[in-house]
């Protein structure tokens, strides 16, 4: 077991190539089988190696076409917790890769298997993020009183929606105009690990910059950015944050005609 467990840190290691990440989950999913592990053990390396297989998986609808054979694999469709897993994450791959005008209707009926399996415990935690899940997409295809049903069958309170569903996907952000002018007259480039607070509405609040480098000369720049980003609306009964403390990095590359000048 301890070699599982190093193996998992490394194939979550962004530093690690991802040939080498397929060829470790691999490995990892071979042990696993081998001690007769259980079907959720199993998927924990067998999903993300698939994934880290395919060299076009950002390609639309490859991500999808990945995952969906899982599900009727005999080791995952009979365990509900595995099948609902890989559906969710066939989810949110999609609407991740969605145009901001299309309405994820597949997703629905995707999630809608989710929800409705009778294998799963009313409260059971898949379950209900399936049903936050419907409740965001319903709210963005306009169906606000189906989306407020939605909601209310999950059972949770305004508070406890965001930790339960999908984080919203960024619909669009400021271009080259971000770039702060002084560290480009300078010739510097950079990054900022940016902490920011989602409304359901899609606007970013509270952004503050953890960390930078060169330190300073970014901050600024960071959170800015931040500012003009938009995410996609997600269903809170009380209009509330749709993803709370979201942290990411951004990075400020200078075009190639500033890097040949400087």
Request: aromatic share 8%; net charge positive.
């Amino acid at each position: 077991m301890r070699t599982l467990a190093a193996i998992y840190r490394l194939t979550n290691n962004p530093t690690v190539a991802r040939e080498e990440r397929a060829a470790l989950a691999a490995r990892a999913l071979a042990i696993a089988v081998a001690n007769d592990a259980p079907p959720s053990a199993r998927l924990t390396f067998d999903l993300p190696g698939r994934v880290d297989a395919v060299t076009d998986i950002w390609r639309p609808g490859v991500f999808e076409r990945t995952l969906t054979p899982m599900v009727s694999e005999p080791v995952y469709a009979n365990d509900p917790q595995a099948r609902a897993a890989i559906r969710l994450m066939m989810v949110d791959g999609a609407v991740a890769r969605t145009r901001k005008s299309e309405k994820n209707d597949t997703a629905i009926v995707t999630l809608r298997q989710v929800a409705d399996d009778k294998a799963l415990k009313p409260n059971d935690p898949l379950r209900v993020g399936a049903l936050i899940r419907i409740a965001s997409i319903e709210e963005r295809n306009g169906e606000i009183d189906a989306a407020r049903a939605t909601f209310a069958s999950s059972g949770l309170t305004a508070n406890q929606c965001a930790i339960m569903d999908a984080p919203p996907k960024m619909v669009s952000q400021p271009g080259s105009e971000a770039f702060p002018m002084e560290a480009m007259r300078w010739g510097f480039e950079g990054w900022t690990q940016v902490q920011f607070d989602i409304g359901a509405d899609g606007n970013v609040i509270n952004q503050r910059a953890l960390l930078s480098y060169p330190p300073f000369i970014f901050s600024e720049a960071g959170t800015k950015f931040f500012t003009k980003a938009k995410y996609a609306k997600t269903y809170r009964p009380d209009g509330g944050l749709g993803c709370g403390a979201t942290t990411t990095r951004i990075k400020f590359l200078l075009p190639d005609s500033a890097r040949r000048g400087s």
